[in-house]
C-alpha cells in the first residue's frame, strides 16, 4: 500500500509525438451510423447544415477529431461511388449486403461525406473498393475529389457544385480483403495492391497517404506477406481487432449484463492489444528498417450482441464503464507504440459498436467512450515521454493481471498529462507518481467512474457517467499522490 502503484515518468527523455490521429473515427453505412447518426437531409426538423444533424457534429468537435474513415468497412469493397454523386433524387438505390440486405438511397455520397469532414475540421480518410472495383473506377475516384485542373472527372465535380477539390489526406486500398473484402489471400492482395495503388496518384498538392489492407488481429502471416510484397508502395498498413467477452461470435455477451468475472475477461483479452502491437512492430522493422509505414488501428473496440430488440445486422449496442476502461486501455496503449502506430479509429461513431454517440430520432447522447476520448485529447500531438510502471495486480480465479495501465506525454505548452485506467472492478488504487526531469508544482486530475461497472447514459439519465474533479489528488516530497477510484480512467495535469 502506498508505494505499489508507482509510476515514474521520464520528462527528460521523449522524442516521439503522438499524431493526433490515434484519436481517429470510423463511420460505416451500417446500422444508424450515417443515416440518423450523421445524415437526416437537409428537410428535417432534426436541425442540420445541408442535412448533416448539429448536435452529432458540435459534440464530435468537443473531441477534436482528428479523422474520419467512411464508407466502410465491409461496405467499402461493395460501394460504387458514382452511384453517390449527382442530384440525390437520380442516384440509384442498392442493396447494403453485408448489413442486413437494407436499402442504401445512395443519399449519402462523396459530397455529403467531404462536406461533413469540413464541417467537423478534420482530415478525410477514404477507403475504396478493391474486392468488386476496378483499378479505373478508383483512379476516377481519386482524380475527382482532389484534382484541380481540367479534366474529366474534375469537371464532373464542378458540374456537381464543387469548383475546389477536397483535400483527401488518406485512402485505404481495400478493407479486410482477407473476408468480406474478397476473400483472398495475402498473396493475391499484395499483387493487387500494387497494381490498384500505382493509379492513387498526389494530385494539385494533394499529398495522398495510401494504405494497405493489414491483417485482422494476430495473422501475423498476412502482415509478413503483403509487407514482404508490397512494403515499398505503401505508406500505412492496417490492424483490425475487436475485443469482447469469454463467448464467440456467434454469442459475444450483453453489452450491459455482466458480473465480475466477465469483466475481467474483457480486460485480459483488451490487453493482448500490447503483445498484438509488439509483435506487429517487430515484423514490420523488419520489412521497413527506417520506419516510414505507419500501423494504423483503423477499426477497433468492444463487439457485444446487439441490443435486444433491434436488427442484429445493425450492431447497435449499448455502452458501460466497461467500455470506457477498455478504451482507456487501448489508446493508453497506442500511445506507447506512437513510433509505429500513427492512426486508430474506434467502430463507430454513431449508434454502432463501441459508439461514441447514440440518437433515437431527435434525441442525442454521449456514451462513456465519448468521455475517455474527450479526457484523452491532450495527447494528440504531444511528445510521449516514456514511463516505468509498477502496479498491484488485478486477481480472479487464479488468474492474474495489472491493476493499472498508464501514458504519459507533454503538450507544446509544456503541460505534462498522465491518463490511468484502473481495471479492478472493486479496489482503488493508491498512486504514486515521480516526474524526472521536472520539478513538480501542481497536479490537477479528471476521473470517470460510476457505482457500477455496468453504468450507462441512457436517454432518461444521458449524464449517469461523466468526467468529476478528482478529488485529493497533492504533491508531497516531489511525488504526486492520488487514490485512484475502482473501474476508472484518470487524466492528470502536472505543472
Ligand atoms: O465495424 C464493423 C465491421 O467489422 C466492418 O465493416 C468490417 O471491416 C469489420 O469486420
Not at 445541408?50 to 469493397?77: H, M, N, Q, S, Y
Not at 485482422?216 to 510484397?229: G, I, Q
Not at 501542481?442 to 447514459?457: D, I, K
Request: glycine share 8%; net charge negative; hydrophobic share 40%.
Amino acid at each position: 500500500p502506498g508505494t505499489v502503484n508507482r509510476l515514474v515518468v521520464h520528462a527528460d527523455q521523449g522524442e516521439t509525438t503522438i499524431a493526433p490521429e490515434i484519436y481517429g473515427h470510423f463511420a460505416e453505412h451500417l446500422g444508424r451510423c450515417v443515416y440518423e447518426g450523421f445524415w437526416v437531409g437537409e428537410d428535417s426538423e432534426i436541425p442540420n447544415v445541408r442535412g448533416i444533424r448539429t448536435d452529432v457534429v458540435e459534440a464530435l468537435k468537443k473531441l477534436d477529431i482528428p479523422v474520419l474513415r467512411w464508407p466502410g468497412g465491409c461496405f467499402a469493397d461493395e460501394y460504387h461511388w458514382m452511384e453517390g454523386i449527382g442530384p440525390r433524387d437520380t442516384r440509384p438505390a442498392m442493396i447494403n449486403t453485408h448489413w442486413g440486405m437494407v436499402t442504401e438511397t445512395n443519399a449519402f455520397g462523396t459530397h455529403e461525406f467531404l462536406d461533413l469532414c469540413e464541417q467537423l475540421g478534420c482530415e478525410a480518410y477514404v477507403a475504396g473498393n478493391v474486392g468488386s472495383g476496378t483499378v479505373k473506377e478508383m483512379q476516377d475516384w481519386v482524380e475527382y475529389m482532389t484534382f484541380d485542373g481540367d479534366s474529366e472527372m474534375a469537371n464532373l465535380r464542378r458540374a456537381n457544385g464543387r469548383e475546389k477539390p477536397w483535400r483527401v489526406k488518406y485512402f485505404g486500398v481495400g478493407n479486410e480483403n482477407w473476408g468480406c473484402g474478397g476473400n483472398m489471400t495475402p498473396e493475391f492482395y499484395a499483387d493487387l495492391y500494387r497494381v490498384y495503388q500505382t493509379y492513387v496518384r498526389s494530385y494539385s498538392n494533394n499529398a495522398i497517404v495510401k494504405i494497405a489492407c493489414g491483417p485482422s488481429s494476430a495473422d501475423y502471416h498476412w502482415l509478413t506477406v503483403v509487407l514482404e510484397r508490397a512494403a515499398r508502395y505503401m505508406d500505412a498498413i492496417s490492424l483490425h481487432h475487436y475485443v469482447r467477452g469469454s463467448g464467440n461470435w456467434t454469442d459475444k455477451g450483453s453489452a450491459t449484463e455482466f458480473d465480475e468475472g466477465e469483466w475481467f475477461v474483457l480486460m485480459k483479452n483488451t490487453l493482448t492489444i500490447y503483445d498484438l502491437l509488439e509483435k506487429s512492430i517487430e515484423i514490420m522493422d523488419r520489412f521497413d528498417r527506417r520506419g516510414r509505414i505507419g500501423l494504423y488501428v483503423d477499426e477497433w473496440g468492444t463487439w457485444w450482441d446487439a441490443e435486444p430488440g433491434t436488427n442484429p445486422a445493425f450492431l447497435y449496442q449499448q455502452n458501460t464503464m466497461r467500455d470506457a476502461v477498455s478504451a482507456g486501455i487501448f489508446l493508453n496503449a497506442f500511445n506507447e507504440h506512437c513510433r509505429r502506430v500513427r492512426m486508430g479509429n474506434i467502430a463507430q461513431t454513431n449508434n454502432v459498436l463501441q459508439a461514441m454517440i447514440l440518437t433515437d430520432g431527435p434525441k442525442m447522447i454521449v456514451t462513456p467512450t465519448y468521455h475517455v476520448f474527450e479526457m484523452y485529447k491532450v495527447h494528440q500531438g504531444a511528445t510521449h515521454l516514456p514511463a516505468d510502471l509498477t502496479c498491484r495486480a488485478y486477481n480472479r480465479g487464479g488468474e492474474e493481471l495489472p491493476s493499472l495501465v498508464a501514458s504519459a506525454s507533454r503538450a507544446a505548452s509544456g503541460l505534462i498529462h498522465i491518463t490511468i485506467c484502473n481495471l479492478d472492478a472493486q479496489k482503488p488504487a493508491e498512486f504514486v507518481c515521480e516526474i524526472k526531469g521536472v520539478e513538480i508544482s501542481r497536479v490537477s486530475g479528471r476521473v470517470l467512474t460510476a457505482e457500477t461497472m455496468n453504468a450507462m447514459n441512457t436517454f432518461e439519465a444521458p449524464d449517469a457517467v461523466k468526467p468529476t474533479v478528482l478529488s485529493g489528488a497533492s504533491v508531497r516530497d516531489g511525488a504526486i499522490r492520488a487514490t485512484l477510484p475502482a473501474r476508472s480512467v484518470t487524466v492528470l495535469a502536472v505543472r
